[in-house]
């Protein structure tokens, strides 16, 4: 009987300055991290790895599949082993983030002002597919039942890789186990909701209609795709398209012609943003998280209710004297992240998701720091919405939008006091239409602690 191979502990020289895994792998990025024991892990094309992290080493171990179950992954000999290439990729390790960190302090102090309490966070290099997925389902969503919804389409429909403490780890299911008759009912069993339709749809779109080889297209030439050939990692090169892309080059160019010209003159990181808008379920959030995480376009900045009470809280966006707005339009949005780039430079994501980290609440203690008689929020089941002003439209239908503003009240607590007070979030979300429609309708629901529900249209 096959038996797994369980690698002994390796590491990998890096300070939590560079990279912090219990920051890096909570704030929202990946979804399938799992900490058991006071490791972490996950599968990573095809094999289980597990982490653990000192001051001066990440260590790292690899449980690879049996050989009956997984043929395609069949235990490497140790020399052939690219675990280390592996999470180097993953983890981006070739940006200097002390660098980095220099940089955005002197072009931005609250930057500067923030950021010490937040080192070691960086962008993870991840599978563009499994990050589409991934935040599709973060529509009008929390970290924690977002974890559980990629996690249910793992067990559901991927490959079963190795067993933790009695805990079962799948890899990731590709676009064809997704695509098949009957997953969207099976979803919505399992609790997806709409994102059920939005995710079958999109899986159909990259496994019948667009091709295993259109997300590559999209990504940024100067950032390997994970797992790419060792050479190419090390060179910095980006991901060379093979001659059997090329044989289907007419059929994938009429399909991608039909909805973004990718062969224009627009920047190549707005071309990878627009194309992945005509996807079902993809607003300018979800296509921007893909970008950053998925394809490697560092300047991208997605725009979720956190970022955008950050444009108003601490870069005056929104309006004159403080005044605030719930509202994120297509404008606004652009604005934003114009702005930021403006002021981070071509790493402008990798420097919002360390103020987007800061802006979690289960992250306060850490932002709070050593200051005495600061506030600590205590952490919910529910935990941060990431969710966004998404404006999910048809091509050549962008005028119409129904834009659904939600609040929820959290009860936040204090060591002064006794008594609680209210601190209210906003998460927006933009619901695709199917027709064109000059006005905007904004639907508010506000959230009582008594669980009562009072809805008002305007």
Known sequence: MATQKVTDWRKLPISFTELCIETTLRCGQSFRWRKINEQWHCVLKGRLISLKQDPTHLHYKVTWPTCTATPKHEHPQDSEDDTSTLLRNYFALSHSLTTLYAQWSLSDANFARRAPAFTGIRILNQDAWETLISFICSSNNNISRISQMVLKLCTHYGPYIGTVEGEAFHDFPGPEALAGEGVEAHLRELGFGYRAKYIAETAGCVAQVYGEKWLLRLRNPGVPALGAATKEAVGGGGVEVKKEEEEKGQKENHIVDSKVDLDDDSPAYKKAHEALLTLPGVGPKVSDCVCLMGLGWGESVPIDTHVWQIAQRDYNFGGKGGAKTKTLNKAMYESVGDHFRKIWGPQAGWAQSVLFTANLKSFSEQAAGAKK??????????????????????????????????????????????????????????????????????????????????????
Do not use: D, F
């Open 373 to 458: 008689g600061a506030v600590k929020v205590e952490e919910e089941s529910q935990e941060e919405l990431v969710t966004s002003a998404e404006a999910v439209t048809k091509p050549g239908k962008r005028k119409g939008v129904v834009v659904k503003v939600e609040e929820s009240e959290e009860m936040v607590a204090t060591t002064l006091a006794a008594k609680s007070r209210k601190r209210k979030t906003v998460a927006v979300e933009v619901i695709p239409k199917a027709e064109p429609e000059a006005n905007v309708q904004t639907t508010t629901t506000r959230t009582l602690r008594s669980s009562k529900r009072i809805k008002s249209q305007v």
